[in-house]
């Protein structure tokens, strides 16, 4: 068994140009240097030694133009924002509500967001009379199968694959990105290797959770009650870019994904759990030139903090508790039961009045209908 580390270039367009061979070979227990146009690799008898290698070639890449930062970021959202957006859901008459009428207006960000498991990448793989054997965790080990056989040059059935614990993930383990590179290093070198991403690797090269705008307007009745609501949300097609890269061109369960900018996964969690008679949820769809991928909750992590923070504002419009605001507008609903039991039950509710600086939401999620603890902010 040997042991890898890599070093890949920055998103986008990008392709490795220089490394200093002679600095890694300077390096206790290095055996190889292997490059591809995107990459480079040291392997050595100790992952340690690797990385140090790594470190010591200096690899140096073609830096992809435009920068992307965060004002170009920023830009990217805005404009779509400003832009067209497909209208992903809605109900009522809103056009009718919103005719003439008074309406408040806020609008909320969110960067970009590390998956930062405990766990980095790994993958461990061996080729040997014509078949190629790995040993990684994964989300979605047909994927990864499919991804180590197309680099390495194989048929599928040539390649067995064994999913192992994976620890922590949140998303990130449905990339097969390690299996590809440890399918190539076992196929130039010819020996079991064993590749693990250096932690400062695992964060550059993540398939981040996307940066996202929400652009929010609602009207408030003359009896302070929630008639109408607008979501114009701003973010990368995240679906449709995660479907392309794992997917290949195979048949997607979800064709629609590639046939239009727009992606109803990417405003998920956006229509809200309350009872509100005319709403809308727009998709902008943001080019911010940084790969994203799926994050834990997914667009819920973004579009509940949109949701109810404008709902916080709100309800300080109509001069109500924020809390009772929310209730009102959940009825005898399954929601109303998941938000007022623990708020009961919680040193907020019994505390009353001297709650101030706590808060509860409501969001549905997968189908279920959750209450956040009240906490002191």
Known sequence: MVYASIRQGPAGETGLVKVDRAAANRIRGMLAVVTTD???????????????????????FKTPEPVVNSDSI??????ALDGQGTRIAEAGDLAAQFRGAQVVAAEYRVGLALHAPLEPMTATAV????????????????????????AAGLDEGSVILHPTMAGG???????????????????????PVQLTWSRGEDFRRD??????????????????????????????????ELAGRLLRGAALPGIGLTLSGSD???????????????????????????????????????TCFFTESFLDELAHIAEQD??????????????WRAVSRPWRNSAAGRVGSRAAGRGSRATASAA??????????
């Open 127 to 150: 080729h040997r009379d014509g078949r190629l054997t790995l040993w990684l965790p994964t989300q979605a080990p047909g994927l990864a199968r499919a991804a180590a056989a197309r």
């Open 38 to 60: 995107d990459w480079v690799a040291a392997v050595a008898d100790n992952w340690w030694a690797a990385d140090r290698a790594i470190d010591a070639m200096r690899p140096r």
């Open 264 to 302: 109803p996964g990417a405003v998920e969690g956006a229509v809200p759990p309350y009872a509100i008679p005319h709403l809308a949820v727009d998709h902008h769809p943001a080019e911010i030139g940084v790969p994203t991928g799926y994050w834990r909750s997914g667009a819920h992590s973004y």
């Open 74 to 79: 920023e830009q990217a959202l805005s404009a």
């Open 207 to 240: 398939r981040f959770r996307p940066a996202a705008a929400g652009r929010m307007t609602a009207r408030l009745s003359q009896q302070k009650q929630l008639t109408g609501w607008l979501a114009k949300i701003a973010a990368p097609a995240t679906g449709r």
């Open 368 to 377: 279920r209908t959750s209450q956040c603890s009240p906490r002191r902010s």
């Open 169 to 191: 993930s949140f998303g990130a383990k449905l990339e097969t990105d390690v299996a590809a590179q440890a399918a190539l290093l076992a196929m130039r070198i010819g020996r």
């Open 322 to 335: 924020a809390l009772s605001f929310r209730m009102a507008m959940l009825g005898d609903s399954r929601g």
